[in-house]
């Protein structure tokens, strides 16, 4: 079982920068694969970047490659999404989840657990 905890979300003005954290509780973090997701008003939620258990390997949408960067801390059990440049259309509910391996864990139906979720506003 791993829970997942996110933080970091807030109100930033358009080209700000912050960077969201998950926590996750259990001893197998490190034997997840991870990634972010987001979930716009309205809009289906949309994968947005994944990490594997290492940190070896990393995957983005489009839209946010050259903007965003996953990484992750295994003796901490976390991972992090450092979001710079941002962009009115970044505007969403950010979640965190974990999944089996790299393969599955950029789409919904391969996530094992998910976090509840933090506000990322992005103003104009």
């Known amino acids: 079982q791993v829970q997942l905890v996110e933080s970091g979300g807030g109100l930033v003005q358009v080209g700000g920068s912050l960077r969201l954290s998950c926590a996750a509780s259990?001893?197998?973090?490190?034997?997840?694969?991870m990634s972010w997701f987001r979930q716009a008003p309205g809009n289906q939620r949309e994968f947005v970047a994944a990490?594997?258990?290492?940190?070896?390997?990393?995957g983005y949408v489009e839209s946010v490659k050259g903007r965003f960067t996953i990484s992750r801390d295994n003796a901490k059990n976390t991972v992090y999404l450092q979001m710079n440049s941002l962009k009115p259309e970044d505007t969403a509910v950010y979640y965190c989840a974990a999944g089996s391996s790299m393969r599955v864990v950029g789409t919904k139906h391969g996530i094992d657990y998910w976090g509840q979720g933090t506000q990322v506003t992005v103003s104009s």
């Open positions: 259990g001893r197998t973090f490190s034997s997840y694969a």
């Open positions: 990490i594997n258990w290492s940190g070896g390997n990393t």
